[in-house]
Structures are given as structure tokens and as C-alpha cells.
T-cell receptor
Framework: DADVTQTPRNRITKTGKRIMLECSQT?????MYWYRQDPGLGLRLIYY???????NKGEISDGYSVSRQAQAKFSLSLESAIPNQTALYFC??????????FGPGTRLTVL | RKEVEQDPGPFNVPEGATVAFNCTYS??????FFWYRQDCRKEPKLLMS???SGNEDGRFTAQLNRASQYISLLIRDSKLSDSATYLC????????????FGSGTRLLVRP
């Protein structure tokens, strides 16, 4: 079984809809992250959390929110999706070392 | 200047060739460096950490030059399975811990 899972894997939605992306991990890591990846831009950090209830903004947090209610789960919400939020979204986890372990990604398309 | 810069490629090489990628970073206080591999539409996976003295893992050798702020990855005896995008990753030493990902160098190994 995968250590870091993401649901859904693919989603197509319309502008203005609320979307939630879920991330779960069985690695027992304290730190969790959400990134988005766009062609030619690499991975960009949206939000990260070092513990339950700890939330920190990354470089591109506008238009997104997150929730960390349990150590193993970190969810990302788009309150009102817009087309430029079409991207590949990755969740990642880490413990005290810097190494991050990524989930399989969610491909989101906003029409 | 971008925080982490890589030549996007693609580097197109025959099987058995030796190929090298460089990456430059702008934060002189960075302490941790990594190479990740990403296959098309898949999640990034850690290839190797980069240590100050340089390190080798089979056909892969990573070097760090702090004075010039660049990291290199050398792949010897390229295999078809090495075809992927290689991401240079640097930790960012400021008040909020995070990793910065380069946009990647694409490698194509041909028969």
C-alpha cells in the first residue's frame, strides 16, 4: 500500500465550484505539504503544516485554504475554483529530515 | 535571479552515454540539497541527497560547490530507464522552513 495517498486522482470542475483535495499518510510524519505543479514552473508550495492545527502559508496561498485535523490527514480546499488553478497538485510529508515523500498527485481541471 | 535554476533541456543522449546536469541556487545560507527524479505525470521521488564532500550511488554522482553555489548530477552508462525529469531541490534558510524546487532538466535516453 502507498504511504501517501491522494483523492481524487483526477477532477474536472467548473469555475466557482468549491473543491476539496484530500491527502492521507501512513508514514507517521509530522510535517505535511501541498504543492502545485505547472508546466515549466516546477513545484510551488501552497501551504504546509508541522503538526496538527499548525498551518503556514507557502508562496502561492491565495485562493486556497487547508485543514490539518489529524496527523495523518491534510486537506486542501479551493473555495471558488478558477481556471488558472488548473494544475497538478501534490501532497508531501516529511519527518525531522528534509527529505519529502510525495503522493501520486491530483490532476485538477477548472473549466 | 531565480532561487533555483536548471537548464530545462531536453538532453538527448544514446544509451551508455555519460551526461551531467548543473543547478545553481541563490541562497548562500542553504544547507540541504537533493536531486529528485520525476517521471511523466508521476510524483517526484528522491534520487539522492547531495553532501558537501560529494557522493555516489551506483551510476549516479552528485557534487556540491558552495563557493559557486551550484550542484551537479552525473549519470554514467545511461539506461533507457533513466529517461525522466531531474529536479534540483534546495532548502531555504529563513524563518519559515521550506524546500525550493527547480523546474527540472529533462533527459531522454535513446536506444
Amino acid at each position: 500500500d502507498a504511504d501517501v495517498t491522494q483523492t481524487p486522482r483526477n477532477r474536472i470542475t467548473k469555475t466557482g465550484k468549491r473543491i476539496m483535495l484530500e491527502c492521507s499518510q501512513t508514514k507517521g510524519h509530522d510535517r505535511m505539504y501541498w504543492y502545485r505543479q505547472d508546466p515549466g514552473l516546477g513545484l510551488r508550495l501552497i501551504y504546509y503544516s508541522f503538526d496538527v492545527k499548525d498551518i503556514n502559508k507557502g508562496e502561492i496561498s491565495d485562493g486556497y485554504s487547508v485543514s490539518r485535523q489529524a496527523q495523518a490527514k491534510f486537506s486542501l480546499s479551493l473555495e471558488s475554483a478558477i481556471p488558472n488553478q488548473t494544475a497538478l497538485y501534490f501532497c508531501a510529508t516529511s519527518q525531522s529530515t528534509d527529505t519529502q515523500y510525495f503522493g501520486p498527485g491530483t490532476r485538477l481541471t477548472v473549466l | 535571479r531565480k532561487e533555483v535554476e536548471q537548464d530545462p533541456g531536453p538532453f538527448n543522449v544514446p544509451e551508455g552515454a555519460t551526461v551531467a546536469f548543473n543547478c545553481t541556487y541563490s541562497n548562500s545560507a542553504s544547507q540541504s540539497f537533493f536531486w529528485y527524479r520525476q517521471d511523466c505525470r508521476k510524483e517526484p521521488k528522491l534520487l539522492m541527497s547531495v553532501y558537501s564532500s560529494g557522493n555516489e550511488d551506483g551510476r549516479f554522482t552528485a557534487q556540491l560547490n558552495r563557493a559557486s553555489q551550484y550542484i551537479s548530477l552525473l549519470i554514467r552508462d545511461s539506461k533507457l530507464s533513466d529517461s525522466a525529469t531531474y529536479l534540483c531541490v534546495v532548502n531555504w534558510m529563513d524563518s519559515s522552513y521550506k524546500l525550493i524546487f527547480g523546474s527540472g532538466t529533462r533527459l531522454l535516453v535513446r536506444p
